[in-house]
């Protein structure tokens, strides 16, 4: 299973005969035997040949076998009978049929033809397989080797014999006549390769080309790194870190499941996990950051994806596992669970929330921002709902027991709920209840905090507070922290109150007077976040129902043209642009709702002198003196630093939810205006941006304060 946090998998469409064929053979795949596959591979790259004999070992009760292989490989089977059953509908693969197999259910295939890539994949544009002079890349969706979908999961021993002087890498332990050198690298000519894969897979990918090996030993794994050029101290980086993150997770899960772990460069910009092994693109693999959000992220896809394998019947729960025990823990470590949380809230309500919507037992991959939005922010939520239900050390102890428990096997949400839900409310009606709630039913809680009125008792002080659920359809069954702000700031009382209906009044018995009231004040729950609640941010533009963009009519024809592909590269990932020229009906604009967010394209913008003072002013901050930005002329300030437009590009938003989302993007030079159109959806949390030219660096990047949150009462 190819599992990364940008996107993942895809599907070819099969004939509805072969369908109904392997359905009437009433086969289960999720308890099927196990097969193994022992194949001798030999590649010719100048003409993208591959000849492949793989010795398949069948269940013994088998008495045939259905499988699919790509149609430009010309298959013949010994010892059995070979029927070509037709072919799929787009006529990339065909279906045969093995009958008479022999009495040890043991067949062999001998395949071979060119590899040429019918396509690419995914948002990268890589091809869906590659074999040429520079490298191979092979994968299921390759259809290069035989795909018997009554037998998903499989071992394999796989010989290769490449070019000379590749590398090849593949699942498993890796033989080859390798000689070490002091610093690790590796220095190979033979070209004979050999892989062994003893834990069943779902897939047998094989890679190769011109690459510099860097290995070592930890702790009875190989962890390697595969580069173009001959970069140690790169390699060294990602050597120690993933040496780290492995010990990390073997400690809190389980032992990592392969004999190695690979960091492999690729010539596209790919942010792929495969078991034992991350395809990282060439510019990706070079960003400071990586080494601590992706490599741990496709690291923990080793257990969870890659070593536990999903049962869709009820949703994909591995990317949301893995982003709440890799990214969400990361940022927790560092004192910003809550900041995470709110950007997951955030990007649901975005996204998916009242435009895009679905229920996660329907999520497989991430192919948009709502997909996204549902099956990994959802999904992480959900997590960390269990956790807070059953603490983390009952939380740790059901992961520990999944792992062991399905390793090398598939498993659903249900299965992963099962061993999560808190033991003390295990029942039957709990946990179903909880799966229906967040996994089968499509939308979120919108919880409010309706009325808090605080009585002086003789002694003390009563706080009522109510709660309301403002959803279509019945409540959610909730259990929500209520933070109580005593006087002095100092004290916080915390209290978790379980909400179950559509509206529910609190009481609290205080000894002192409260200064403040706040419900659910990090996050922990997941639910529509209202639009006050939220500060303004470029996700909430870019999730809008319309994208207004609106460009200067006299701009010059270059920056005419940069600004035409911007709207046209955000159309494409978006779905929602309009642009129109600033000399346009600028009523009809200011009449739009407020489902429409607009942007206002450049320091020449006519449209500036009626908007300006939305992004001039200073907004309140419970935590400093304020927030301040000012835009006069062809110059920003933000907090008392001057950015002058021929230095700088910048990104203003108007803060206040109350209005419709409005932005502008100061940038005039052409070159600029195309590297903040790749730049600006990667920044999609921030409200405020600014850019240092010519490189067009980022210095700036600050979030909005909320201005009226609706989940905060004050004492007057």
């Excluded at 019918?118 to 869906?128: A, L, N, R």
């Excluded at 070019?163 to 004979?192: E, F, H, L, V």
């Excluded at 709110?342 to 435009?355: G, T």
């Amino acid at each position: 299973m190819r599992c990364n946090s940008i996107w993942q998998g895809r599907c070819h469409k099969e004939s509805l005969w072969l369908f109904l064929v392997l359905f009437l053979t009433a086969f289960d795949t999720l308890s099927a035997e196990i097969i193994h596959h022992e194949l001798n591979v030999r590649l010719h790259p100048a003409d993208a040949g591959i000849i492949v004999t793989d010795t398949i070992q069948l269940p013994p009760a088998a008495v045939s076998a259905v499988f699919s292989l790509r149609n430009s490989l010309t298959v013949k089977a010994g010892a059995a009978e070979l029927v070509l059953l037709g072919e799929s509908d787009t006529g990339r693969l065909r279906h045969y049929r093995i009958n008479r197999l022999p009495a040890d259910a043991k067949v062999q295939l001998i395949y071979q033809g060119k590899i040429v890539s019918g396509g690419i994949q995914g948002p990268f544009d890589m091809p869906e397989s590659v074999l040429n002079t520079e490298n191979v890349y092979l994968d299921k969706s390759s259809a290069w080797l035989p795909d018997f979908r009554a037998y998903p999961l499989f071992t394999f021993n796989l010989h290769v014999e490449a070019p000379q002087n590749w590398q090849m890498i593949s699942q498993g332990k890796r033989s080859a006549s390798d000689s070490y050198n002091r610093n690790g690298k590796t220095d190979d000519s033979t070209g004979d390769y050999s892989f062994n894969m003893p834990h069943p897979q779902d897939d047998i990918y094989l890679l190769g080309g011109f690459y510099q090996r860097f290995s070592k030993q930890h702790e009875g794994i190989e962890i390697v790194v595969y580069l173009f050029e001959d970069d140690t101290a790169l390699a060294e980086k990602y050597l120690q870190t993933s040496a780290d993150y492995i010990s990390l997770y073997s400690d809190w899960i389980g032992r990592y499941p392969y004999a190695k772990f690979a960091v492999v460069e690729n010539r596209w910009q790919t942010g792929y996990g495969m078991p034992s092994f991350t395809l990282l693109g060439s510019r990706v693999i070079r960003l400071p950051f990586i080494l601590n959000t992706s490599l741990p992220h496709e690291i923990l896809h080793n257990w969870w994806g890659n070593g536990v394998y999903v049962d869709f019947s009820k949703g994909n729960w591995s990317e949301g596992l893995t982003a709440y025990m890799s990214d969400h823990f990361s940022n927790e470590q560092q004192g910003k669970g809550s900041e995470y949380r709110r950007k997951a809230l955030e990007r649901y309500a975005n996204f998916a929330a009242k435009q895009a919507d679905f229920a996660l037992a329907d999520f497989r991959s991430r192919h948009d921002e709502a997909s996204q939005a549902i099956g990994y922010s959802k999904s992480l939520m959900v997590f960390h709902m269990l956790r807070t239900m059953a603490g983390d050390a009952a939380f740790n102890d059901g992961i520990r027991q999944f792992w062991r428990r399905y390793q090398y096997s598939y498993a659903s949400f249900t299965d992963l709920i099962a061993l999560l839900y808190p033991a003390a409310n295990n029942s039957d009606n709990g946990r179903r209840r909880f799966t229906e709630q967040w996994l089968d039913r499509t939308g979120a809680p919108e919880i409010s905090l309706d009325n808090v009125n605080l009585s002086k008792l003789d002694d003390s002080y009563l706080l009522s507070v109510k709660i309301s659920q403002q959803q279509q359809g019945p409540a959610y069954r909730l259990q929500i922290p209520l933070e109580v702000t005593l006087p002095g700031n100092t004290h916080v009382l915390r209290e978790t109150v379980l909400l179950t209906e559509k509206s529910q009044l609190f009481t609290l018995k205080l000894k002192q007077q409260p200064v403040a009231v706040t419900l659910d004040p990090d996050y922990d729950v997941f639910r529509l976040l209202h639009a006050n609640e939220r500060p303004a941010s470029l996700g909430r533009l870019f999730g809008a129902k319309k994208q207004l963009l609106v460009m200067p009519a006299d701009a010059t024809a270059e920056q005419i043209k940069a600004w035409q592909q911007l709207a046209s590269a955000w159309s494409r990932q978006y779905k929602n642009v309009e642009l129109r020229y600033d000399n346009q009906d600028v009523n009809e604009m200011k009449a739009m709702d407020n489902d429409t967010a607009i942007w206002l394209l450049g320091w020449n913008n006519k449209l500036l002198k009626d908007y300006r003072e939305y992004f001039t002013a200073q907004y309140p901050d419970s935590t400093s003196a304020g927030y301040t930005q000012k835009l006069s002329g062809n110059m920003v300030t933000i907090e008392n630093r001057q950015l002058p437009a021929d230095k700088h590009a910048v990104v203003l938003l108007d803060a206040d939810n109350a209005r419709r989302p409005l932005a502008f993007i100061g940038a005039d030079d052409a070159e600029t205006i195309a590297l903040i159109a790749r730049k600006l959806p990667h920044y999609s949390s921030y409200g405020v941006l600014a850019f240092e030219l010519p490189e067009v660096n980022n210095i700036i990047k600050q979030y909005l304060p909320v201005l009226r949150s609706p989940m905060v009462w004050k004492l007057d």
